[in-house]
Structure formats: structure tokens, C-alpha cells
């Protein structure tokens, strides 16, 4: 296990030198240049060229990434031109919010999608499973920001149920907080559970014809142990590895859903600086975020060894 | 056995009845591309309303023979902003997916044919490219370039490369040991005439099939864009706008919103079945992505 | 056989729907069992020897149909309720696969999976479950039993594996095994034991026994009848000393002439039976083995000859041309 750890660690690293290098390649192809944008219109030649010598604009390229990136490894993503807000903190401080989000939506998508899956494996064919495939099919061409707006429609305005905005800190109200993240939530998992149930669905279908499954059953055990533990475990490595990348999707579709719930996380973090044009944030949360996102698709291939034994050994 | 019982077992989960039924669907799917596509290209001789024409004193109109589906908050033609919103969607969806399926097509198949170094320079460039989750990556660079059609166009199509870049390449690699290439090869064929003469028609039905589903996610990503605020610039009509237009007056004309968000579904939808039933054409597997 | 059967099997028909059409796998069989005695059903690959397995066990594939009674124990299975199969699987009837690569779980260890089927039937508390799980490894020979159960499948060879299958069979203490060619998938070499143990393991408990196999020579020792099936139906049946002492059928010589010796020189082609079987999904409407018998003629491509009892020794065969018995060396 150790190995296969080290050997994963050793394909992270460069990868997320590469995601830094690009985010600040990003930043380059900016019209004008970053000490245009900050004056705006109060540019004048004189306040542009010393704002680009106290920024370093006037160096070469390179030495700007690294220095740049010197600074990255120390903790320092730069600071709000707006606000003088460091970057790093502003970040650290909307991070529990999309967490709290995410997390709660994978359980959702979690928890709609795996039993809906092991029901249409058991019943494939049956007009149950035609049903729900059909049902997860039509899902999957229905936006976040569609599913946002019916949910709003149906839960906040026509019954008043639970509330299409207003965040409060969980530490205040940790009812209302919880209420708060309810129809946000559900928003991000209606996304979620059409590509799980799929996935698994299929795989399971796979395993139940498999020789164990039929041993299993040849052994007597109860149809419940069969299916969560002989068929599940072995069916779920592509459920693991969907949930990866689905994480990517999850992130942008955090991001329309803060905005729209009004949820003071990264997402809204994000859109608010575009709409500032605030670029030293832009650039900090996006770094931020991917570097992020390629630690966690990490993990979840640490996951697979901990699913799969032969993985875990180094026989596959 | 067990791979008997799998073969057997598939094939017999009664895909003949579902294919008939997916015919009709197909078909439905097939129509309403026409449809809004058509609708889409002869928009400015249509018999409609300008989109952007407003009518302060017909605000959130019902339906009426002069606006057949009522008016938006600003009192502007529904149908007429659909129309012209299809414009946009279409554009940005189609011809960001041909970026992505030439690009990426043309890299996929080189990589899988060739292998070697070209093949570890593209997968590497690719797995990058799919560290940044798609739609934080889209809008920071739009950002910086500008919210334009053509920028919000290609900065979709180069996105989108990765994903052709992989179908082409797998596909490629599968067929290259095949007879037909491999007698192609022992014949003295150059590989340009592989690759075009054996191998494009061979990988092109799969990619078509994906080009399509490219299609689907790219229209729900511009619309996430004007949702935002973030896409194409107001006052020119897109799904993604009016859906954030109407989400203002839910409460009091929740059409506004169901309107554009319904079409873009079906739209979505349409794109989705029909690329779907040609990838399951082309990959006899249930279920497999 | 004089007692009370343990299992029997009455016009049993299996029908597998496939893209063809309906495949025919399992034919109207008849067999029965008496307990502690060992049944052997011989026949190529594909006459339908597993789905004969599968329909006594209540484990088709769901789209199968099954026509016929499966009596076991003095109980119809197919009308059992499956709860009342799943009781009876385990403590009264297991079963050992073909393919010990795959008939193991591969995601859980090789513990869990000896010790769920003790806890499933015998209410064992899972430090007992545990011992006796231990104790099972080493009644099937193998070493270090405690390190072993806490191992995948993957880490172990095929035989051990197929050792650890037959420990999970026998662990309920079964009153009919039924052992779906145990050995097929394994080394030369380890076959031999595989069986010895297995036949060690029946005395002892006496349990009953169905030995599958396409080898003629595997049950020749071992069995106290045997069936010989072809194209989903038994085509010859017979206590096994008179089965070799004069064999009826002339499918069932062609099988026999093709079991390797041991000493004939290595590396001589096998006398295999030339041609295939009949395709199912097409049932032909004379003896399904005429294509290939030299004996074939009009009356046997015409009708299905029924399996007539032949002679005092219980012996039954299905052919309009039997082979002349030869003489028998003792009655
Ligand atoms: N799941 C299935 N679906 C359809 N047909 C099947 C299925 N499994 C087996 N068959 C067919 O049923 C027939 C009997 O198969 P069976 O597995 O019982 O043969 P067998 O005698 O056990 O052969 P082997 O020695 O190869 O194990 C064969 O013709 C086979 O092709
Ligand atoms: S019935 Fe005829 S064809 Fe069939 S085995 Fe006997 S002799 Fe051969
Ligand atoms: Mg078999």
C-alpha cells in the first residue's frame, strides 16, 4: 500500500506544477496588462509604469512564475487590489460553506442513486428499471441552474417550505443553516444522481451474473448481505471513479448554485471577483480550486485500493 | 462460464424491444433539431416579433395572436427571444463541438496510431487539461478574454478537446491491430493512407456520436454563462439569460422561466438521444460511457 | 437402492430464450439419488450438465424456464418459497464451480467468506464461526489455516482456492454436494487430490454426491452410477461396473475412447469424437447424435429413441442400434 502510494505522490507532483503553470498562463492573456486593469481609467502612463515596476510586470515571463510561485508555495495567492484582502484568507474563509454543499450533495446524490441503482440491477428489464434508466436519462440534460429554479418554484414559492435564500453561520443557527443548504443541496445532487445510478447500475448488472454471486446465493445467504456486500463492493470501483471526476462537474455546479442560493462560498467567491474584475483573486481561487480538485481526484484513487484488494497488492 | 453467462445473459436483455421503442423517440429527437434549427437559421425572415423590441405597456403579456407566447418582463416577444436565443445556443453548441471533435479527433487519432512520444505528450497535455474542473477554467478565461460568441466559442471548443482527444485515441488503438490495418500496412499503404483511408471512417461514427453529446453539454454550459450574467451581452436573447430573467418573477409568471428552460431541455434532450442511440450503435455494450 | 431416494429429478426441461431462439439445454431428465451415494453425469462441453446443476440447485438464470419436479429431502424445490430455499442451501445442499478463479469473491477475504455461511445456518458467534472456519481450512489440507483466512482469493493458487471452495460446501455439513467438474480448471497435477479429498470428505460425512465431469476416467473409480448426457438429455445410465463392463451407447464408447491414458506416450493426439454437438435452439427430430454416430441410419435421423431400460443391472440407454454387451466378467 505504501508503494502504491509513493507511486500515485510521484505522478500528483508534476501534475500540479503543470496546473499552476497554466493558471498563471491564463492571467497573461489578459488584453492590456494586469496594472492596466487594476488603474481602469485613471491610468496614466506615469502611475502604470511604476504600478508595473512595484508588481513586477516588467520582468520577464518566467521570472514572474517563479516568483509568483515562490510565493504560492509560502502561502501567499496575492491580495485583493479591491479590498486588501488577502487572497489565501478569503478563500480559507468560503471554503466550509461550498464543503458543507458538496458534501451534502454527493450523500443526497448518494443516497438516491445507489438504491435506485441496485433496484433497476435486480429488476433489469422489468419496467421498473425502464422507468428510472429512462427517468436518470432525462435527468442528465437537466441543468443545475433548471433544477435550481423548479425546486425554488416548488419548495420557496409555491409552499413556502424552505428558504431559496438567506445563509446564516452554523454556529448562530445550525437549524437554519441546515435549512439553508437543504434546496441547494438537493439542486447539486438532482446532477449527481443520474450519472452514479448509471454507472453502478450497469456494473452491478455485470456482477450479479458473475460465479460468486451465484455461490453466494448457493451458500444460503440472505438476498440483503448478496447484494450490499458480495455485489455492491465489487461493483462500486467505477462508481468510486465517476465520483472523481464527477467532482470537477460538482465544483462548477457548486459554483451556479452559491450564486443562485446566495451561499457565501468559493463559487460565488469566483463569480463575485469576475464580476469585480478583481484578477488577483480570479487567479488565487482558481489555482486554489484545481489544485484542489487534483488532490481529491488523488484520493479517490487511494480509494480504490482500499475497494479492491488485487489493486491494493499490485497485481493489477 | 461466467463470461458465457454474461454474453448470453446481455444479449438477452431484450434489447431488440428497446431499440424499436428508442426508434420513435429517435425520430421525435430528430425532428426537433430540425425544427429549432430551421427556426434558428430563417429566423430574421420569420413571421416574428423583433426580440428585442419592448413593449412597456404588454409586460408579461398571456398569449395572443401577436405575441403566441405572451412577453417577458420588459414586455418583449417570447417566441421571438427563444428564436433568436436557439441562434445562439446552436452556434456556440455546434461549432465549439467541431473545434473540439477536428482538434481533438485529429490528436486522438495520431496519438493512437503513432504512439511513442507524441502519444505521452498528448495524454499528458490532456490529463492538465481535465485537472481544472471545466467550468471554473471557462470562466477564468473568459474573463480575461473577454465575453464574446466567438471567444466564449472557441475557449468551449478548446475545452472540449480533451474528451474527443480520448474516444479518438482509444478507438484508434483498438482498430490499429485489426486485419484490415495491419494487411493495409504488410501492403506497403503510406500512413496517411491508413489513417484517412482505413482508420478515419472507423473512428468517425463513434465520434460523431460523441460530437453529439458535445453538442448536448455545450448548450447547458452557455446557458449556465448567461445564466450567470457571464455569456453572451445583453440585450441579445439567450436560454441562459431568460432563465435568470424569469427566475426574478417566479412567483407571479413562473412561465417566464419554465419557457426557455423547457426548450433548452428538450433541445438538450433531443441532442442527448440522438447521440446516445449512435454510440450504442457503435458499442454493442449496455451502458457503457 | 433400495432406500428412500435423497434427490430426485423428474422430467426436467431447462429453456434457456437467445437471440436464436430457444435453447433447449436441459431435455427431459430423469435421475435419482440415494443418501451417501455418488452420482457421476459425464458429456462434452455445453450438453447441459451445468444447467442440470443449476435446476436442481434453484440457481438459473433468470429468463430460464424450467418444466419437471426437483425432489429433494421429500420437498418439491421448485415450489419452495425463497426463504425455504435459502435455508435449505448451505446445511442441505452445496455446491463446489467449476472455475475456483471465479467462484470466489474477489473483493472479500477468504474468512468473511467461510464465516458469513456459518453464521448464516449454524448462529455461530463470529469468535466460534472463526475457529471452526480454521479448523474446515485445515480439514482440506491447507496449511497455516489462520493466516489464510485472513487472505484474498487472488493470493492463493487455483487449487487452493478450489480447496477453500470445497471447505465453504462442506462447512453446513451438506446432505448432497453437487461438484460441477471440480477439477476442469485446474493443473494436472493437483486434480488428483482435488478429487481424492473430495471422496475422502463424502465417506466421512456421508453425504451424498453428483460428480460432474466430461472425463469418463474421473468417474470410473468414484461414482456409484453414472449418467451420460448429450444435447440436454441422458442417453445412458448405469451402476458404473456394468457401464464399463458393457456400454450400450455408441456415444458413450466414443467418450470413453477418448479419455487420455496415462500410458500412452505423451503428446499422441487424443482420439477426439469428430464433429459437434447439435445446436439446441434447432432440436433435431431423430437422435441428436446421428450426424456423428457411425450406426446413424433412416430410423435414427426419424425418431428420438426413448431411454429403455436395458437388461436386470438398472441400466437405461437411448439408442434404435445399441453395441452388443460384451460378455460380463462377473454379474
Ligand atoms: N446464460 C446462458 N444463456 C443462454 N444459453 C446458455 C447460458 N448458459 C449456457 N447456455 C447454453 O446452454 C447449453 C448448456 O450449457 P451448460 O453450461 O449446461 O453446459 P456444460 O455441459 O456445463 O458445459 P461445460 O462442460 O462447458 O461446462 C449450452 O449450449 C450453452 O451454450
Ligand atoms: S440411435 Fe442411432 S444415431 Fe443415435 S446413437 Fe444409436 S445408433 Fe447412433
Ligand atoms: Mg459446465
Sequence with gaps: ?316 | MAVLEIDGDTALASPVAKRRKLGGLFLCAVAWVLLIGLAAVFATILPIASPTDMDMLGKRALPSAEHLLGTDSLGRDILSRLIYGARVSLTVGLLSSVIGVTIGGALGMLAGYFRGRLETLTVGGVDVLLAFPPLVFLLAVLAYLGQTVLNITLVIGVLSIPAFTRVARAVTLSLSEREFVVAARALGATHGRILLRELLPNVSLPLVAFFLLGVAVTIVVEGALSFLGLGVPPPAPSWGSMIAEGRESLDIAPWLAFLPAGTMFITVLAFNIIGDTLRALTDPRPGAL | MTSQPLLSVEGVSVELPTPRGRLLAVDQVDLSLAPGRTLGIVGESGCGKTMLSRAILQLLPKRAALKGRVMFDGQDMVRLSPEALRRLRGPSLAVVFQDPMTSLNPVLTIGTQLIETLQAHLGMDTAAATRRAAELLAAVGIPAPEQRLRQYPHQLSGGMRQRVAIAIALSCEPKLLIADEPTTALDVTVQAQILDLLAREQQRRHMAMILITHDLGVVAGRADEVAVMYAGRVVERAPTPSLFAGMRMPYTQALLAAIPKLDSPPHTALPAIAGRPPDQTRPLPGCSFAPRCRHADDQCRAAKPPLADSGPAGSQYACWHPLQPAPMPEA
Excluded at chain 1, 445532487?189 to 456482477?207: H, K, N, Q, Y
Excluded at chain 1, 461493483?235 to 455546479?253: C, D, F, P
Aim: with cysteine; hydrophobic share 55%.
Design chain 1, 1 to 316: 500500500m505504501a508503494r502504491f502510494i509513493g507511486r500515485r505522490l510521484l505522478y500528483l507532483l508534476p501534475v500540479l506544477l503543470a496546473v499552476s503553470l497554466l493558471t498563471f498562463l491564463i492571467a497573461s492573456l489578459l488584453p492590456g496588462d494586469l496594472a492596466y486593469a487594476i488603474l481602469g481609467d485613471q491610468a496614466t502612463p506615469e502611475k502604470l509604469a511604476a504600478l508595473r515596476a512595484k508588481m513586477g510586470l516588467d520582468l520577464p515571463i518566467w521570472q514572474r512564475y517563479l516568483h509568483w510561485l515562490w510565493g504560492v508555495l509560502q502561502g501567499d495567492l496575492g491580495r485583493s487590489f479591491r479590498t486588501g484582502e488577502m487572497v489565501l484568507n478569503a478563500v480559507l474563509d468560503r471554503l466550509p460553506v461550498s464543503i458543507e454543499l458538496m458534501i451534502m450533495a454527493e450523500v443526497m446524490g448518494l443516497m438516491i442513486g445507489i438504491p435506485l441503482a441496485i433496484l433497476c440491477a435486480v429488476k433489469s428489464g422489468s419496467a421498473i428499471d425502464r422507468f428510472f434508466t429512462g427517468f436518470a436519462f432525462a435527468n442528465l440534460s437537466l441543468p443545475s441552474y433548471m433544477v435550481a429554479i423548479l425546486l425554488i418554484f416548488l419548495f420557496a414559492v409555491q409552499f413556502n417550505w424552505l428558504p431559496a435564500t438567506g445563509w446564516v453561520p452554523f454556529s448562530e443557527d445550525p437549524v437554519g443553516n441546515l435549512r439553508s443548504f437543504v434546496l441547494p443541496a438537493l439542486t447539486l445532487a438532482f446532477a449527481e444522481w443520474p450519472a452514479l445510478m448509471r454507472v453502478l447500475r450497469s456494473d452491478m448488472i455485470a456482477t450479479l451474473q458473475e460465479d460468486y454471486i451465484a455461490m453466494a446465493k448457493a451458500k444460503g445467504l440472505r438476498p440483503a448481505r448478496i447484494l450490499l456486500v458480495h455485489a455492491l463492493k465489487p461493483s462500486s470501483l467505477t462508481l468510486v471513479t465517476i465520483t472523481g471526476i464527477n467532482i470537477g462537474r460538482l465544483i462548477g455546479g457548486a459554483l451556479i448554485v452559491e450564486t443562485i442560493f446566495a451561499l457565501p462560498g468559493i463559487g460565488r467567491l469566483l463569480v463575485g471577483a469576475i464580476y469585480a474584475r478583481d484578477f488577483i483573486i480570479l487567479q488565487g481561487v482558481v489555482l486554489f480550486v484545481a489544485a484542489g480538485f487534483v488532490i481529491v481526484n488523488f484520493i479517490v484513487d487511494m480509494l480504490y485500493g482500499v475497494l479492491d484488494p488485487r489493486i491494493r497488492h499490485g497485481r493489477a
